[in-house]
């Protein structure tokens, strides 16, 4: 996955992260790349990451949080701090 390194360019988290929460399920039964593995990639990339991207992410933590149940309590306290986001495009999502 093009996110993988520790430090990837904003444009590659966005498009891995569209990418996992559309199409994810597909490669979910794969060695590495269960729901919770695909939320831990992504979200190496929180801290470093603009407004734009961590509302692509936050639409993707949910996404898989709907569809893995294991991923709930990893999506929970983002969703958490988030809700008092000054960055209304946070907010909403």
Not at 14 to 38: D, I, T
Not at 62 to 82: D, G, I, S
């Amino acid at each position: 996955v093009a996110a993988s390194p520790r430090r990837c360019h904003e444009t590659a988290v966005r498009v891995a992260a569209y990418v996992l929460g559309e199409f994810g399920f597909l490669v979910a039964e794969r060695p590495g790349m269960s729901g919770e593995e695909q939320f831990r990639l992504l979200h190496q990339h929180w801290h470093n990451a603009n407004s734009i991207t961590r509302s692509i992410l936050i639409s993707t933590y949910a996404k898989l949080a709907n569809l893995y149940e294991e991923c709930r309590p990893l999506v929970a306290p983002v969703f958490a701090r988030c809700k008092n986001s000054v960055q209304v495009e946070i907010q909403q999502r």
